[in-house]
């Protein structure tokens, strides 16, 4: 007899030996409560919807293999399907962007360029570096005159050296003082060469100091490769390609003197008179500036126009260079371009709240109409693929109507910029425990989605 058998008969005979009776039962009854709780989950569980499909009301919301735009795609969305009105002769580029802190279903940003993107001799719309230039080495707060400039007999000769090169002019005369907002008026709006120079040697010394510091300005503001060769643009060898002039089109909007004196129709200035602004596009089709220039028989035009599409500000800044159209023509047929793309800026409600978003079809065959819980309303550009994507939830055994079965995730080439629940308007009928038990393998998502709260796709 071992001790421990000796400690036990001592403190409590014979029947501290004895084995355990009764645990058989409990077991049983726990494995069968398990068995039918598990037999009530394949009965009348939660119904697996996310493999379901949908039919979508709006046909171009369908999701197809062709649809599938890559992240990378989406950013050179190309005018394929936009129906775009380019000038007849030269090259053209463009940059559309919505402004502000729009939702992302109201973004739309656009670049786009047309005909061969070489540099062109830029002629006048040189005067926007100058303007820029002279602003930086001497700057001037929007509303400010600045400093008197006092003109001289250089000045006088200047005005006639360019009348003999058949340049634009305007009036000098000696002794006048001019403030340095109304140089700058004259070097913009009727495009005077004399006044030009006689900005760029106040401002820096001489023209060969200007022209001097030129190319490291135009580096620094990512214009390399830009050429100039004179402050005016009456050299021919002042070349831009039309992305590097939208670029330029750009830096003259963010500086508000220039914005200001291009988007300005008329200006009075003293012992002149009034000076008008040869854009002749200004307030049609929201354009507000840039600039105009011309050389022997070629043309140009930067311009910039703001406009709304459903209360979302938009932003164009464009150029068409190399034009052999004057611009009596070259300007009417970029107002033409600018209703083409305001025309391709497509709006509307791809998804509307209470109205029918498709049929939904689940994996055993069961319709449903589906209507959308939310309003998206969504900015493309036209020929950019809007689609709709399912996103199944988990739902109860008959799901009524008015239940929500997923989720619409609205996408723009690629894109999600969107979304609304969807709702069942019609029950879905059950499948049968038939279908459960052949199908066991795919309760286990909608349980775990109904406890979590999670969809699948």
């Known amino acids: 007899m071992t001790r421990r058998r000796s400690e036990l008969l001592a403190q409590g005979g014979a029947a501290a030996l004895k084995p355990a009776r009764g645990i058989g039962w409990p077991i049983?009854?726990?494995?069968?409560?398990?068995?039918?709780?598990?037999?009530?989950?394949?009965?009348?569980?939660?119904?697996?919807?996310?493999?379901a499909s949908i039919v979508f009301a709006d046909a171009s919301l369908q999701q197809n293999d062709a649809d599938t735009v890559t992240a990378d795609a989406a950013a050179d969305v190309r005018?394929?399907?936009?129906?775009l009105v380019w000038p007849?002769?030269?090259?053209?580029?463009?940059?559309?962007?919505?402004?502000?802190?729009?939702?992302?279903?109201?973004?739309?940003?656009?670049?786009?360029?047309?005909?061969?993107?070489?540099?062109?001799?830029?002629?006048?719309?040189?005067?926007?570096?100058?303007?820029?230039?002279?602003?930086?080495?001497?700057?001037?707060?929007?509303?400010?005159?600045?400093?008197?400039?006092?003109?001289?007999?250089?000045?006088?000769?200047?005005?006639?050296?360019?009348?003999?090169?058949?340049?634009?002019?305007?009036?000098v005369t000696v002794g006048a003082s001019l403030s340095q907002f109304q140089v700058l008026e004259l070097s913009l709006l009727p495009s005077s060469n004399?006044?030009?120079?006689?900005?760029?040697?106040?401002?820096?010394?001489?023209?060969?100091?200007y022209l001097a510091?030129?190319?490291?300005?135009?580096?620094?503001?990512?214009?390399?490769?830009?050429?100039?060769?004179?402050?005016?643009?009456i050299d021919e060898r002042n070349q831009a390609t039309p992305e590097q002039i939208v670029h330029l089109g750009e830096l003259a909007l963010a500086n508000p003197v220039v914005r200001q004196i291009v988007s300005t129709p008329t200006a009075d200035i003293p012992g002149i008179g009034e000076i008008k602004n040869h854009n002749s596009l200004l307030g049609q089709q929201g354009v507000d500036g840039l600039k105009t220039?011309?050389?022997?028989?070629?043309?140009?035009?930067?311009?910039?126009?703001?406009?709304?599409?459903?209360?979302?500000?938009?932003?164009?800044?464009?150029?068409?260079?190399?034009?052999?159209?004057?611009h009596s023509k070259l300007q009417p047929e970029v107002g033409q371009l600018i209703q083409s793309i305001r025309q391709s800026i497509v709006s509307r409600d791809v998804l509307v709240a209470g109205e029918s978003a498709g049929t939904l079809t689940t994996s055993w065959g069961a319709s449903a109409n589906a209507q959308s819980a939310a309003t998206v309303h969504v900015l493309s550009w036209q020929g950019t693929p809007v689609t709709g994507r399912f996103v199944g939830a988990s739902v109860q055994a008959g799901a009524r109507a008015g239940s929500q079965v997923g989720t619409v995730l609205i996408e723009r080439a690629g894109e999600q910029v969107g979304s609304a629940p969807l709702l069942i308007s019609q029950s879905i009928d059950d499948p049968g425990?038939?279908?459960?038990?052949?199908?066991?393998?795919?309760?286990?998502?909608?349980?775990?989605?109904?406890?979590t709260g999670q969809t699948g796709s």
């Not at 126009?305 to 209360?311: I, L, M, P, Q, R």
Request: hydrophobic share 45%; charged share 15%.
């Open 194 to 209: 004399n006044y030009t120079t006689t900005l760029a040697t106040w401002a820096f010394g001489s023209v060969d100091d």
């Open 28 to 51: 049983t009854i726990v494995v069968a409560s398990i068995l039918l709780a598990l037999a009530a989950w394949v009965t009348w569980g939660p119904l697996p919807v996310q493999s």
């Open 88 to 171: 007849s002769t030269g090259a053209a580029a463009f940059v559309l962007r919505s402004l502000g802190d729009q939702p992302a279903a109201s973004q739309v940003n656009v670049s786009l360029t047309h005909g061969e993107q070489k540099a062109y001799s830029i002629a006048s719309v040189t005067k926007l570096v100058t303007a820029l230039r002279v602003l930086d080495r001497r700057p001037l707060q929007a509303g400010d005159q600045g400093p008197s400039i006092t003109m001289t007999q250089a000045d006088e000769d200047l005005m006639k050296s360019y009348l003999e090169q058949n340049g634009s002019v305007e009036p």
């Open 433 to 451: 425990l038939g279908w459960r038990i052949a199908n066991i393998g795919l309760l286990p998502g909608p349980a775990w989605s109904m406890v």
């Open 79 to 83: 005018s394929v399907d936009a129906q």
């Open 213 to 233: 510091s030129t190319p490291a300005w135009l580096d620094a503001n990512g214009l390399s490769g830009m050429t100039i060769a004179d402050p005016t643009g």
């Open 293 to 326: 220039g011309s050389l022997a028989d070629v043309f140009n035009l930067a311009y910039s126009a703001h406009f709304s599409v459903d209360g979302v500000p938009f932003e164009l800044v464009g150029a068409a260079l190399g034009s052999t159209e004057d």
